[in-house]
Every structure is written in structure tokens, then in C-alpha cells.
């Protein structure tokens, strides 16, 4: 769901998109609510939507997953806007140590100890 935009920044970085074929960077913010992502470049030719999505709303939708999962899992959090937006999302959630690649996909891991290494929250 798309928010506000974060009344404080923490954070700006670079990483690659899931296929490796471009880089991606994003920011994250915090807001009285919680913390929010988004993507704000590309270096490839894909489009994407940069609205700020609360970590919340992702972390609520990967949770519920019950095995490793692909960006289809957070595809509903994004009805009406481009469809590289959940990969460029889940690329940056890697990059931040939220998710974990396997064979079969992506796996959701704990939220407050990655992102207390990523010095998100202490």
C-alpha cells in the first residue's frame, strides 16, 4: 500500500535487480508508523513505481507465506502500478538481508535482527 512520505531518512543504497541485470537503488525511511522502502532508480530500461510502501505491509504479506515464494507474493500489495515494482522491492529486501534466496525462491527471515545489522533499528 502506498504511503506518505517518511519523515525522516535513514537510508540510501544500491543493489542489483533479482535477475542481475541492472542496479537498483532505494531508499528507507521512518515515519511515526513504521519503517517504508522504496525504489528510486534503475539502470536498466525497466520501469517502476516509486511510492513509499510500509515495511509492514511486506513483512505482514511474506510472513503468511507458508514455502519459499517469488514476487507474485507481493504482487496484490501493487494492483494498477508497474509489475517490476515487487521484484525491484524484494531485490532491495534481499540486499537488506530480509530475505533469503533458495532454490525454489525467496524466504522471508527475521525482520528485527536484519535489520538491526543493517543499522535500521538498534
Keep these: 500500500m502506498i504511503s506518505a512520505t517518511p519523515q525522516t531518512p535513514l537510508k540510501k543504497d544500491a543493489c542489483e535487480s533479482l535477475s542481475g541485470r541492472s542496479t537498483l537503488t532505494y531508499e528507507v525511511g521512518q515515519t511515526k508508523d513504521g519503517l517504508m522502502l522504496r525504489i528510486t532508480g534503475n539502470s536498466g530500461g525497466g520501469q517502476f513505481n516509486n511510492h513509499w510502501v510500509p515495511l509492514a505491509d511486506l513483512q505482514q504479506c511474506l510472513e ?59
Design 64 to 122: 503468511a507465506q507458508e514455502k519459499p515464494f517469488s514476487t507474485r507474493a507481493v504482487k496484490p500489495l501493487f494492483k494498477g502500478q508497474s509489475v517490476n515494482t515487487a521484484g525491484f522491492l524484494l531485490a532491495a529486501l534481499k540486499h537488506l538481508g530480509l530475505l533469503e534466496a533458495k532454490e525454489e525462491g525467496y524466504v522471508w527471515v527475521k525482520a528485527s535482527q536484519a535489520l538491526e545489522t543493517a543499522g535500521l533499528i538498534t
